[in-house]
Protein backbone atom coordinates (compact mmCIF):
# COMPACT_ATOMS: atom_id res chain seq x y z
CA UNK A 1 0.00 0.00 0.00
CA UNK A 2 2.85 2.59 0.70
CA UNK A 3 4.36 2.23 -2.51
CA UNK A 4 1.17 3.38 -4.37
CA UNK A 5 1.45 6.58 -2.11
CA UNK A 6 5.32 6.78 -3.76
CA UNK A 7 4.65 5.56 -7.18
CA UNK A 8 2.33 7.52 -8.88
CA UNK A 9 1.79 4.92 -11.85
CA UNK A 10 1.28 2.05 -9.00
CA UNK A 11 -1.33 4.39 -7.43
CA UNK A 12 -3.51 4.42 -10.97
CA UNK A 13 -2.87 1.11 -11.37
CA UNK A 14 -4.45 0.33 -8.02
CA UNK A 15 -7.40 2.42 -8.60
CA UNK A 16 -7.91 0.36 -11.91
CA UNK A 17 -8.17 -2.88 -10.60
CA UNK A 18 -10.33 -1.25 -7.62
CA UNK A 19 -12.82 -0.02 -10.76
CA UNK A 20 -12.63 -3.44 -12.37
CA UNK A 21 -12.72 -5.65 -9.33
CA UNK A 22 -16.26 -3.52 -8.06
CA UNK A 23 -17.35 -3.81 -11.78
CA UNK A 24 -17.09 -7.67 -11.45
CA UNK A 25 -18.53 -8.07 -8.01
CA UNK A 26 -21.77 -5.74 -9.03
CA UNK A 27 -22.32 -7.01 -12.23
CA UNK A 28 -23.39 -10.41 -10.67
CA UNK A 29 -26.03 -8.38 -8.78
CA UNK A 30 -27.09 -5.93 -11.40
CA UNK A 31 -26.62 -6.84 -15.01
CA UNK A 32 -29.27 -5.90 -17.15
CA UNK A 33 -29.26 -9.68 -18.73
CA UNK A 34 -31.02 -11.54 -16.61
CA UNK A 35 -29.19 -14.80 -17.55
CA UNK A 36 -26.35 -13.60 -16.51
CA UNK A 37 -27.84 -12.20 -13.15
CA UNK A 38 -27.66 -14.52 -9.91
CA UNK A 39 -31.46 -14.71 -8.94
CA UNK A 40 -32.64 -13.12 -5.86
CA UNK A 41 -32.24 -15.40 -3.21
CA UNK A 42 -28.60 -16.16 -4.40
CA UNK A 43 -27.84 -12.49 -4.51
CA UNK A 44 -29.18 -12.22 -1.45
CA UNK A 45 -26.55 -14.50 -0.04
CA UNK A 46 -23.92 -12.80 -2.01
CA UNK A 47 -24.31 -9.17 -1.04
CA UNK A 48 -24.46 -10.47 3.18
CA UNK A 49 -21.47 -12.70 2.32
CA UNK A 50 -19.65 -9.62 0.70
CA UNK A 51 -20.91 -7.74 3.71
CA UNK A 52 -19.43 -9.84 6.28
CA UNK A 53 -16.18 -9.97 4.87
CA UNK A 54 -16.31 -5.80 4.84
CA UNK A 55 -17.68 -5.92 8.23
CA UNK A 56 -14.68 -8.37 9.18
CA UNK A 57 -12.21 -5.90 7.73
CA UNK A 58 -13.43 -2.82 8.93
CA UNK A 59 -13.08 -3.77 12.26
CA UNK A 60 -9.51 -5.07 11.86
CA UNK A 61 -8.94 -1.55 10.42
CA UNK A 62 -11.28 0.31 13.66
CA UNK A 63 -9.47 -1.55 16.34
CA UNK A 64 -5.89 -2.42 15.03
CA UNK A 65 -3.04 -0.36 16.69
CA UNK A 66 -2.71 3.05 15.36
CA UNK A 67 -0.02 3.63 12.40
CA UNK A 68 -1.91 0.63 10.19
CA UNK A 69 -0.20 1.86 7.77
CA UNK A 70 2.79 3.68 8.34
CA UNK A 71 2.69 6.32 5.57
CA UNK A 72 0.09 7.96 7.81
CA UNK A 73 2.22 8.53 10.50
CA UNK A 74 4.46 10.87 8.03
CA UNK A 75 2.52 11.92 5.34
CA UNK A 76 3.21 14.32 2.32
CA UNK A 77 1.30 17.41 3.58
CA UNK A 78 0.99 18.94 -0.17
CA UNK A 79 -2.21 21.14 0.43
CA UNK A 80 -1.33 22.07 3.61
CA UNK A 81 -4.36 20.49 5.74
CA UNK A 82 -2.21 18.50 8.35
CA UNK A 83 -2.31 21.46 10.21
CA UNK A 84 -5.97 21.65 10.46
CA UNK A 85 -6.56 18.33 10.52
CA UNK A 86 -4.23 16.82 13.49
CA UNK A 87 -4.05 20.17 15.21
CA UNK A 88 -6.75 22.31 14.70
CA UNK A 89 -9.45 19.54 14.83
CA UNK A 90 -7.37 17.38 17.25
CA UNK A 91 -8.13 14.17 14.88
CA UNK A 92 -4.50 12.49 15.56
CA UNK A 93 -3.26 8.85 13.67
CA UNK A 94 -5.29 6.61 15.80
CA UNK A 95 -8.70 8.62 15.42
CA UNK A 96 -7.94 8.89 12.00
CA UNK A 97 -7.44 4.99 11.43
CA UNK A 98 -10.66 4.36 13.83
CA UNK A 99 -12.94 6.85 11.79
CA UNK A 100 -12.09 5.31 8.63
CA UNK A 101 -12.53 1.95 9.48
CA UNK A 102 -15.95 2.98 11.54
CA UNK A 103 -16.60 4.58 8.15
CA UNK A 104 -16.37 1.99 5.88
CA UNK A 105 -18.36 -1.04 8.12
CA UNK A 106 -20.95 1.70 9.00
CA UNK A 107 -21.27 2.51 5.11
CA UNK A 108 -20.87 -0.84 3.83
CA UNK A 109 -23.37 -2.21 5.89
CA UNK A 110 -25.95 0.31 5.07
CA UNK A 111 -25.52 -0.30 1.10
CA UNK A 112 -25.67 -3.92 1.71
CA UNK A 113 -28.83 -3.80 4.12
CA UNK A 114 -30.23 -1.37 1.26
CA UNK A 115 -29.32 -3.58 -1.33
CA UNK A 116 -31.17 -6.46 0.37
CA UNK A 117 -34.58 -4.64 0.82
CA UNK A 118 -34.62 -4.16 -2.69
CA UNK A 119 -34.00 -6.95 -3.78
CA UNK A 120 -36.48 -8.76 -1.25
CA UNK A 121 -39.40 -6.19 -2.49
CA UNK A 122 -38.84 -7.13 -6.28
CA UNK A 123 -39.26 -10.45 -4.84
CA UNK A 124 -41.93 -9.70 -3.01
CA UNK A 125 -43.33 -8.28 -5.78
CA UNK A 126 -43.17 -11.39 -8.64
CA UNK A 127 -45.90 -13.43 -8.50
CA UNK A 128 -46.01 -16.14 -6.09
CA UNK A 129 -45.22 -19.10 -8.68
CA UNK A 130 -42.51 -17.25 -10.67
CA UNK A 131 -40.84 -16.67 -6.83
CA UNK A 132 -41.26 -20.15 -5.91
CA UNK A 133 -39.79 -21.62 -9.51
CA UNK A 134 -36.62 -18.99 -8.65
CA UNK A 135 -36.62 -20.34 -5.63
CA UNK A 136 -36.38 -24.16 -6.45
CA UNK A 137 -34.27 -24.11 -9.54
CA UNK A 138 -31.14 -25.66 -9.97
Not at 7 to 25: D, M, Q
Not at 97 to 104: F, I, K, R
Not at 110 to 138: D, M, N
Request: charged content about 15%; some cysteine; hydrophobic content about 50%.
Amino acid sequence: YNRTLEHEWIHAAEHICFVLSATIFWNAVLDPIAAFRLKTGEAILYIFSAGFVNSILAILITFAPPGLYPYYTRPDDRFGALDLIRNRWGIDVGMDQQMGGALMWIMGGFIGVLLVIGLLAHWFRKPERESWQEVTAG
